[in-house]
């Protein structure tokens, strides 16, 4: 199975903030990777596919890149309600596995 | 509005077995590949088994392969998970999770865009 290494496991920001996540692939999985957002007690929410496709309603502020082994998400200025944790999924090939999670926490 | 709304799971002792489903509305649900991802009590998530929009393909992470089967019923708009010889490793909140999955420039991609609210799975003697 492809193993997703998700960095950090956590970080600490500000509102306004410019927040950056990475996901590594243990192989090349072209451009197969989401993004997905989950706040305490809910389902998660899908924020990109296809490495940087943003999905329908999420703000632009939400953008991701990387192709290959390595990807990015990145908040331009991280508003209150983007407190939550973030995964990245590779959907190249089955087991779809998951990075580890990111907890964004308020500093 | 799409719903997904899951429900059998519960507290069962190790070595036991349950189904889950999955009720969902506000969709063609023949049309769409539906999962199962789950969760422990404050880990991430992992994906668990997938199914076809016909049922003619199904695929699982090796943790639960000849020990959990998905299945679905169209007529019925269900997905089941059925679970046996169940661990404690496998206490988790288990979400339905529907496929809009699409395909462009030569590749196809997965999107989990709505998932249910999930049902925990407690396996404790």
Same mark, same amino acid.
């Given at each position: 199975a492809i193993q997703m290494t998700q960095s950090p496991s956590s970080l600490s920001a500000s509102v #306004?903030?410019?927040v950056t996540i990475t996901c590594r692939a243990s192989q090349g999985i072209r451009n197969d990777l989401g993004w997905y957002q989950q706040k305490p007690g809910k389902a998660p929410k899908v924020l990109i596919s296809a490495a940087s496709t943003l999905q329908s309603g999420v703000p632009?502020?939400? $953008? %991701?890149? #990387?192709? #290959?082994?390595? /990807?990015t998400l990145t908040i331009s200025s991280l508003q209150p309600e983007d407190f939550a944790s973030y995964y990245c999924l590779q959907d190249y090939n089955y087991p779809l596995t998951f990075g580890g999670g990111t907890k964004v926490e308020v500093k | 509005e799409v719903q997904l709304v899951e429900s059998g799971g519960g507290l069962v002792q190790p070595g036991g077995s349950l189904r889950l489903s999955c009720a969902a509305s506000g969709f063609t649900f023949s049309s *769409? *590949?539906?999962?199962?991802?789950?969760?422990?009590p404050g880990k991430g998530l992992e994906w668990v088994a997938y199914i076809?929009? !016909? #049922?003619?393909e199904?695929? *699982? &992470?090796? $943790?639960?392969? %000849?020990? /959990?089967?998905?299945?679905? !019923?169209n007529a019925k708009n269900s997905l089941y998970l059925q679970v046996n010889s169940l661990r404690a490793e496998d206490t988790a909140v288990y979400y339905c999770v529907r496929d809009v999955g699409y395909c462009s420039g030569g590749n196809c991609y997965? &999107? @989990?865009? *709505?998932w249910g609210q999930g049902t @925990?799975?407690? &396996?404790?003697s």
């Open positions: #306004g903030d410019r632009s502020r939400f $953008s %991701g890149s #990387g192709s #290959g082994t390595e /990807f | *769409y *590949y539906m999962n199962w991802v789950r969760q422990a076809k929009q !016909d #049922g003619s199904k695929n *699982y &992470v090796d $943790s639960v392969k %000849g020990r /959990f089967t998905i299945s679905r !019923d997965t &999107v @989990l865009d *709505y @925990l799975v407690t &396996v404790s």
